[in-house]
């Protein structure tokens, strides 16, 4: 199976503009989580999809919004871009082992870098 | 308080080491508790996961979950340069659909 895709992989833009990145998930897979990594922070959770709904969302502002597609393809969008936006964007594909209650694996892209200047 | 806390290094050790690394957190509800593993300019990626207290082997990893200290470890025997990389630890609720993650610990395995 392919893995998950992210693009664009390297981005930079200036403050006050908006950024659109773009995840395809393993096929097959439903779920799509992003998260973004930054030096100081580590992984922090921005939003799950799971069938084109928005299961769950992290301490995020409105700035930050995602959605999902018919065919499992995620976009994230961050407007009015600020200096602190700087990060690596990851998007993730997960699944559940052993059914509902298993653990919540994510498999992930090799992220999409935002630079903000 | 941060849901999972990681001492962020950097650990810097001769190949042949034993390596010891190790997370805390303060959620009695998380079930699974993961290793991630990123290497420069990747994703992470999934090194094993354990359920429950106890100990679980996967060549030259061991992960380590005491619940009732709510700490979690993970060892690597023998390490080599290839080991080198950032490990994220990682921990499941049942009933969440994100993961609560430790900000990493960079290790450097000095051949």
């Known amino acids: 199976k392919a893995g998950v895709t992210q693009t664009p992989r390297y981005l930079i833009k200036t403050r006050g503009q908006q950024v659109t990145l773009s995840c395809s998930p393993i096929s097959g897979h439903r779920s799509v989580s992003w998260y973004q990594q930054t030096p100081g922070q580590g992984l922090q959770f921005l939003f799950e999809y799971f069938s084109e709904t928005q299961r769950n969302k992290g301490n995020f502002p409105g700035r930050f919004s995602g959605r999902q597609f018919s065919n499992s393809r995620s976009e994230m969008n961050v407007s009015t871009l600020e200096l602190g936006d700087s990060a690596l964007y990851l998007c993730?594909?997960?699944?559940?082992?052993?059914?509902?209650?298993?653990?919540?694996?994510?498999?992930f892209g090799a992220g999409s870098r935002l630079t903000v200047l | 308080q941060k849901e999972v806390e990681q001492d962020p290094g950097p650990l810097s050790v001769p190949e042949g080491a034993i390596v010891s690394l190790n997370c805390t957190y303060s959620?009695?509800?998380?079930?699974?508790f993961m290793w991630y593993r990123q290497y420069s300019r990747k994703g992470p990626e999934l090194l094993m996961y354990t359920y429950s207290s106890g100990n679980k082997e996967d060549g030259r990893f061991t992960a380590q979950v005491d619940k009732s200290s709510k700490y979690i470890s993970l060892f690597i025997r023998d390490s080599q340069p290839s080991d080198s990389a950032t490990y994220l630890c990682a921990l499941d609720q049942t009933g969440a659909n994100n993961l609560f993650f430790g900000t990493g610990t960079r290790l450097t395995v000095i051949p």
């Open positions: 959620n009695s509800a998380f079930q699974y």
């Open positions: 993730a594909s997960s699944w559940r082992t052993g059914g509902s209650s298993g653990a919540n694996v994510l498999t």
